[in-house]
């Protein structure tokens, strides 16, 4: 059984923290599209249902982080997986996009970041401690 580098009670801090970052990120995802369009960029349908879609997943999952309801730590483990065979996929040009989604910040700056937090991600609520918490708040 791996150990976490300090205390239980220092370990779960991170639910909170998480769960509060995908809310964020989601509300943040969310209140995007209406400033960018106030600029004059409007998305195309396909990125604008794209970027509903995933600002309410985040929403959703971090919601259900904070509960510590197990099924939204499952589903935020598949989906950082997810993220990170994509990105990787695309970086070895295995797999390419016939858009992006558009940013602020530079593509390669934003796939460094979203890769080294759903790496943590996956590694921190896949932790036994972490996913113990989880199981006992879903009885």
Known sequence: ??????SRK????????????????GVITLLSIPFFARLGHVKPLGELFFVLTRSLF???LGAGILFRFNPARRLLVFFSGWV???KVLIYLGVMTLVSEVSTTISIQAKNIISLLYHALLILYLRH????????RQSR
């Open 58 to 60: 985040s929403f959703v």
């Open 1 to 6: 059984m791996s150990v976490l580098p300090f």
């Open 128 to 135: 036994p401690l972490i996913k113990k918490e989880f199981n």
């Open 84 to 86: 990170i065979i994509t």
């Open 10 to 25: 220092l370990a779960l801090k991170g639910i909170p923290l998480f769960g509060l970052m995908e809310i964020a990120i």
